[in-house]
């Protein structure tokens, strides 16, 4: 009698090379060579009837049929450590790992706090942390969860609300010194603002305010602009070289510190939201799933 899963190999050597981006790095972390695992996923292939990756000399891309059976084989390969962890008895110390995406501000700034409490309980999960500014293909890229700020859009993915942070405006005492300090949103036409690229669609971000009970959307226009890395305009603002919205999260500690001061403290009110989210279609871990109830309770 022939057996029914005596391929789970050559699925186990696919979900690597995925996760890993290439046959070399798949093959490290297999420790085998790269020419086994082609041979694995050719097999692989050959069994489903259809091809599973597009393979050029530079690099590896998902089929849309490899895309669905990825998505498949990780939630039987999570069913899979979820019944073994049950039948050892480890249901209270989870194990396993997760891969987290997560913008630089929050990261940076927001993250570790959250963090910790988890770290603390689950000693035995491994977090993988990405911090980029690129919004991942969760599932192409192989992550289990990211962290993304603004309203979801229609992708299909599912989202957790963490907070709703409130922006503000900062500067450096000495350039308020020189150049004043603007009582109305009009003023900031005189004053020299370091707005931000998005890089989702390279148009500037708007600066948002609460104004005489109005939402108000502010583009700002200067002679300086930063693209891929938020923080670059704090960076800017705190040597003096203009005003910049940023995050309460980061702003609090430096007016704390006297090293900014807050602008247009009237207009303030407004906030941006954080979302913790991930595929639906896909099975999460335990632990994947305890680390989105830790991150929404704290």
């Known amino acids: ?36 695992l082609s041979r694995a996923i050719s097999r692989l292939e050959a069994r489903l009837g259809v091809q599973l990756l597009r393979r050029t000399t530079r690099r590896l891309s998902l089929t849309e049929e490899g895309r669905l ?7 039987a390969f999570a069913l899979i450590d979820d019944a073994e962890r049950a039948m050892q008895g480890q249901g209270d110390e989870l194990t396993g790992s997760v891969r987290l ?11 570790p706090a959250l963090l910790q409490p988890f770290v603390l309980r689950h000693p035995q999960v491994r977090v993988e942390l990405n911090i980029t500014n690129r919004n ?45 300090m603007p009582d109305r949103i ?40 930063v693209s891929d890395d938020v923080l670059g305009v704090v960076s800017l603002a705190l040597s003096g070289l203009g005003i910049c919205q940023t995050y309460d999260f980061i702003a609090r500690p430096l007016f704390a510190q006297g090293r900014a001061v807050e602008v247009l403290v009237p207009m303030r009110g407004r906030a941006r939201p954080f979302s913790v989210i991930y595929a639906p279609h896909r099975r999460l871990s335990s632990a994947s799933r305890a680390l989105i109830d830790s991150l929404v309770g704290a």
């Not at 050559?10 to 046959?23: A, P, Q, Y």
């Not at 059976?69 to 939630?75: G, H, I």
Request: net charge negative; hydrophobic share 40%.
């Open 101 to 111: 995406s997560v913008p630089t501000t929050y990261a940076h700034h927001r993250l």
């Open 1 to 36: 009698m022939s057996r029914r899963f005596d391929h789970l190999g050559d699925v186990e050597t696919f979900v690597t090379v995925v996760e890993k981006g290439s046959m070399t790095a798949g093959a490290v972390a297999l420790a085998t060579t790269p020419s086994v």
């Open 186 to 225: 009009g003023d900031l036409t005189r004053h020299a603002c370091l707005p931000f690229v998005m890089p989702s669609t390279g148009r500037v971000a708007p600066w948002i305010f609460h104004e005489d009970g109005h939402d108000v959307d502010w583009t700002p226009h200067g002679s300086l602009q």
């Open 136 to 180: 991942v293909d969760l599932v192409a890229e192989g992550y289990d969860l990211a962290i993304r700020m603004g309203p979801l859009p229609d992708s299909g993915l599912v989202g957790r609300k963490l907070e709703d942070a409130p922006m503000c405006l900062l500067a450096a005492p000495d350039y308020i010194a020189r150049a004043g």
């Open 69 to 75: 059976y990825l998505e498949q084989s990780r939630a």
